[in-house]
């Protein structure tokens, strides 16, 4: 369960968060959706313990994040945008370092390992340098690092970057499977209609606010569109400015 | 030649350089101090005359043999020690920021643009911090231009010689010796084997020249005015005619080395790295253990991975070696003279620090996901900075063992000095408040001042555990420093937590 209550995050004099307040249940996959820049990416850092938040309060399974980032970290999984890691360890090494920090016994993380890396086609490429790895490899190995410790809460920023179909239904299937194990979770992605796909709620927030929540169905109702683009591009007023750019684009090119 | 472009370029990737480093400072607190450290580093020529300034008296030191004397044979020695500082700095300076520029990405942005980003930029962004350096040996310099003239044009040559022959030699270490990335795997291990074998002869060559020059300065002053090899050449010269012959020599072969090697770490820096292709299902090897002991074997692993990381890490070894050899080949080593040098390692042991902290440089956002406490990271990263003194006093201890069986009862030392010198200097760079985990921006030639610090830190702390040592009889004087020494590491473990 995530409970976020007014949460404001200040770069400088800058807000990337401003009086931020939503929640996520048990079991439910909530899409954070907005234009760059709007906070998303904040927003997660800040609930995975990364950052402090400058106002307002986030908490993860009940734990405040400012006060308890450890015990916080300890129940999140993170899969970072562009992740980054240890590329002169090789991808075995890395988990094994995973592994260790979190905590997790070793026959248990041999179980969970097999399984992970069978379901992701990594046997090949574990004694090799993650740095080695091709850029959708590395992603997999990012989504295991994220969930090898069988987190309650997963916190996923444009996690399905890089991974081929194939990939990424599989890793839809991960999703709904750990959905149903009660597992809370937030899923950021510009790809609106994998989010109508994977999401049971999304929230949009422009300039750091949120601007709407509901289910996809609730907010294409509202708004009177038919998907989740068309409802992403009106809400963020971002309709009559896209008409205008492909006009002028039209002209000019 | 050097044009307006080429320099705005290298100020771009200088700023870039700095920004990335305090961004993963955990000690900077905000976006304003971010911003206001940035701005400070940018500004390079104040920066420069800074550093300037505080390498001076420094220099100032090395040199004062030189003013009070009145045998050009003194004069001569001094210049020579004074000519290899620059030059192991050089070295240093370039093997670390080529590794750090590597690991950063630095160039990264530019590769798609169509600018002509070239070799000499890497050379004009390197010597940003290299030129300050040339005050240590400034006050040597200046004596020599006032009162001999003509020997002193010859030593600021050979100065600028020595900087260039370390700098040279650094990017020799980091293109031969440096981290390729493979694919992984037992071949790799060969090589990394080999790299480490070969860069250890490679620093071997620099300390036969240093044993040399001592040997030469000892023993035979009227070599010294004929030496051809560098630093002994910037002695000679009193000889100015065959000096500066000497001198057009070795410009002759660095110049061209020079040529040839930073295009090879130009074209290494912005080599794409190989992308791994499909091979067959591998065995691997699982395992859990505690976070402390993982977090040291990444360390390591990385370390000897990048064996242009390894310069620095191996350098307590380096700075020990020559007076370990010149003691064994006089006397043997005797149970002061082991503990001496268990001392000395233990000290110059923290010069690793700067290979310690930037192994997480790419990647401490990754580590800031996982539950570590700031408590875990800084005890991995002491035992990180202690294993090679560590390791290094115990073949001490078992080679004074050797001429001295008493010896042996110096055991405890090699563990305790090391870890007390780690401690100390850890503890102080990550003594924020915070509990976040981050990579504190230190480097010895930009923080000079903060490594003086550091050094006298550690000297109080050794003084103290040495005080009974040297001055009590064995029986009492070796239980009583060991008792010491075990408070204040207990001390500093406290303090930790």
């Given amino acids: 369960m995530i409970s976020v209550k007014n949460l404001t995050k200040y770069y400088g004099e800058k807000a990337a968060v401003k009086d931020l307040s939503f929640e996520v249940k048990e079991g439910e996959i909530y899409g954070l959706l907005g234009p760059n820049g709007s906070g998303k990416t904040t927003t997660m850092r800040i609930l995975s313990g990364i950052i402090e938040p400058s106002s307002g309060r986030a908490e993860v399974q009940g734990l405040n994040v400012k006060e308890h980032p450890v015990e916080v970290k300890k129940k999140v999984g993170f899969i970072p945008e562009n992740p980054k890691t240890f590329e002169s360890l090789t991808t075995i090494e890395l988990f094994n370092l995973i592994g260790s920090i979190r905590g997790i016994e070793e026959k248990k993380l041999r179980k969970k390992l097999n399984r992970l890396v069978k379901a992701f086609e990594l046997e090949e490429y574990m004694n090799q340098y993650v740095g080695s790895l091709s850029f959708g490899t590395k992603q997999k190995v990012s989504i295991i690092s994220a969930i090898l410790h069988d987190p309650e809460v997963i916190i996923m920023d444009e996690a399905m970057n890089g991974l081929d179909p194939k990939m990424a239904k599989i890793f839809r299937e991960i999703l709904f499977n750990l959905k149903n194990k009660g597992k809370s979770m937030i899923f950021s992605t510009h790809v609106l209609p994998l989010a109508e796909m994977v999401c049971d709620r999304v929230g949009m927030i422009a300039g750091g606010q949120l601007i709407t929540e509901g289910t996809v169905e609730d907010l294409k109702e509202k708004s009177h569109e038919k998907d989740l683009e068309d409802v992403f591009l009106k809400l963020t007023k971002s309709e009559t400015e896209v008409s205008r750019v492909v006009n002028a684009l039209r002209g000019s090119m | ?497």
């Fill in chain 2, 1 to 497: 030649m050097i044009q307006k472009k080429d320099l705005k370029i290298v100020m771009v990737l200088y700023r870039e350089l700095q920004y990335r480093a305090a961004e993963k400072d955990p000690s900077i607190e905000g976006e304003e101090e971010l911003k206001k450290k940035i701005k400070e580093a940018s500004n390079v020529k104040k920066k420069m005359l800074k550093q300037s300034l505080l390498f001076l008296p420094f220099g100032l030191m090395l040199s004062t043999p030189m003013f009070a004397a009145d045998e050009e044979g003194i004069i001569a020695a001094v210049m020579t020690s004074v000519a290899v500082v620059p030059f192991v700095f050089a070295l240093y300076n370039t093997v670390a920021q080529c590794a750090q520029l590597d690991s950063l990405g630095v160039f990264e942005p530019l590769k798609s643009l169509p600018i002509d980003v070239r070799s000499k930029q890497l050379s004009l962004l390197l010597s940003i911090d290299l030129i300050p350096l040339f005050s240590f040996a400034l006050p040597a310099v200046i004596y020599l231009l006032i009162f001999h003239p003509l020997n002193g044009i010859l030593a600021a040559l050979w100065v600028l010689t020595g900087f260039l022959i370390g700098h040279t030699l650094g990017f020799v270490v980091y293109s031969e010796f440096g981290f390729k990335l493979g694919s992984g795997g037992s071949s790799d291990l060969l090589k990394t084997v080999l790299k480490v074998a070969g860069l250890i002869a490679f620093m071997g060559l620099f300390f036969a020249w240093n044993f040399l020059q001592d040997v030469l300065i000892a023993r035979a002053d009227m070599l010294l005015r004929y030496s051809v090899v560098y630093p002994l050449s910037a002695g000679a010269i009193f000889d100015p005619v065959q000096n500066f012959i000497t001198l057009i020599l070795h410009l002759a072969l660095i110049i061209p080395l020079y040529l040839y090697v930073v295009n090879r770490v130009w074209k290494r820096l912005l080599k794409k790295k190989e992308v791994s292709i499909r091979k067959k299902k591998s065995q691997y090897h699982v395992s859990s253990k505690s976070a402390v002991r993982s977090l040291l074997m990444k360390d390591l692993k990385m370390l000897f991975r990048r064996t242009s990381s390894l310069v620095g890490f191996l350098i307590p070894i380096l700075i020990i070696l020559p007076q370990v050899v010149m003691s064994v080949q006089d006397d043997g080593l005797t149970l002061l003279q082991t503990s001496a040098f268990i001392f000395l390692l233990a000290a110059f042991g923290i010069m690793a620090l700067e290979s310690i902290l930037s192994v997480d440089s790419n990647s401490i956002d990754f580590l800031k996901t996982l539950p570590l406490k700031k408590k875990t990271y800084v005890e991995s990263k002491v035992l990180s900075l202690s294993i090679i003194p560590i390791a290094v006093s115990l073949v001490l201890v078992g080679l004074g063992t050797y001429f001295d069986p008493i010896t042996l009862i110096t055991i405890p030392y090699a563990f305790l000095l090391p870890l007390i010198s780690s401690s100390i200097v850890l503890s102080y760079l990550f003594s924020y408040e915070d509990e976040k985990i981050g990579i504190p921006d230190f480097s010895f030639v930009n923080d000079f001042l903060k490594f003086i610090l550091l050094m006298i830190l550690v000297g109080i702390a050794f003084g103290a555990i040495a005080l009974p040592l040297f001055t009590l009889p064995i029986l009492y004087g070796v239980p009583l420093s060991y008792l010491i020494a075990c408070l204040v590491l207990f001390y500093l473990y406290l303090r930790r937590n």
